[in-house]
């Protein structure tokens, strides 16, 4: 029977199946030597799957030989990286990480460009430096900072480059259901994207919010009635505005009765294009759009000027004062 074990290898923490030969009995947690499309690469070994087809096979446990052979390639691309940053600064693609693999044969480099990136020359310029086959990977922004690792806000390393396997989409949504749809600052994370720990705390979130009454509501207590103008979810208190008073803290207990939110109601579109002139609103000649015709008598040049801008019809319209209308003679020659 096949036995297929599943390897996080490379900088990006893939989650790859190989196939494990009957002789090895790996651990959970222990470092392998992978043969990978890529080549012969170092990776640790999360579990024995029975799921395929694999993408190559596990070739052995890493020996001592192995660790100090990965050591030895992660200093020297350190200071490969180091150089080609220096040479391409100037370039449209930056250069995130380089890593060698452990054949010593192939190196992988990974950028990120927000431009469109020639890559023939790119990779041309990178193996006339390296003097080995190159193989390039373009890389997001959630995958530079696992990659480049650091810190949160939190002060703990960041999710995606410590314990998360898989870096999921995170939507504007999970952010809302915590209150912080419409704070920027505070939803995103490192990486400038919305932070990952909103998706895997959203349903802890969701299971708190149950029974509290929702933003828009109207609710009654004891005490007061009025609509809910914000909700504190870990706290379970609801910030309550009664009719002619100031704001109140109401806890969800004491709710006696809430009513829904009355929907949101668009604006209804016009049925003409062309919108009819109030009564205070003389008709325009034939063939004059509105907001082309003349700028008040009381108007300041200076929105005289800024009116014929962008009004392009009104400036053609418009001709320059004559010199003869002012008394004086055109000018002559000498």
Do not use: H
Not at 24 to 51: C, H, I, K, M, Y
């Amino acid at each position: 029977m096949q036995r297929f074990a599943l390897v996080r290898v490379g900088l990006l923490r893939r989650l790859e199946s190989y196939a494990l030969p009957a002789e090895l009995r790996p651990q959970a947690g222990a470092e392998v030597v992978v043969r990978s499309p890529r080549g012969l690469e170092f990776g640790t070994l999360l579990a024995e799957v029975e799921r395929g087809p694999p993408v190559g096979d596990l070739v052995r446990i890493a020996s001592a030989e192995d660790r100090s052979r990965r050591t030895e390639l992660a200093e020297r691309a350190a200071a490969e990286l180091a150089r080609l940053r220096a040479e391409l600064a100037n370039g449209p693609a930056r250069i995130v990480a380089l890593e060698r693999l452990l054949d010593g044969e192939r190196a992988v480099v990974y950028y990120s460009a927000r431009e469109r990136v020639d890559v023939p020359a790119f990779l041309g310029a990178l193996r006339e430096r390296l003097g080995v086959e190159v193989l390039l990977e373009q890389v997001g922004p959630r995958q530079r900072a696992r990659i480049c690792g650091g810190c949160g806000v939190c002060g703990r390393e960041l999710c995606c480059a410590s314990f998360l396997r898989v870096l999921r989409p995170v939507s504007i949504r999970l952010a809302r259901l915590q209150g912080l749809g419409d704070e920027a600052r505070r939803s995103a994370g490192a990486c400038g994207r919305l932070k990952c720990c909103l998706r895997y705390e959203a349903p802890r979130y969701a299971e708190a919010a149950r029974g509290l009454p929702r933003v828009g509501a109207r609710v009654r207590t004891e005490r007061l009635a009025g609509e809910v103008l914000a909700v504190d979810v870990l706290r379970r208190r609801v910030l309550v505005r009664p009719r002619g008073a100031a704001p109140r803290v109401v806890f969800p207990e004491e709710v006696l009765e809430e009513s829904a939110p009355p929907p949101r109601r668009l604006p209804e579109a016009s049925a003409e294009a062309t919108p009819k002139p109030t009564p205070d609103e003389p008709e325009l000649p034939a063939g004059q759009e509105r907001g082309t015709e003349a700028p008040e008598p009381g108007w300041s040049q200076l929105a005289k000027r800024l009116w014929s801008r962008v009004n392009p019809r009104a400036r053609r319209r418009e001709a320059p004062p004559a010199r003869e209308a002012e008394g004086e003679e055109p000018p002559t020659g000498p």
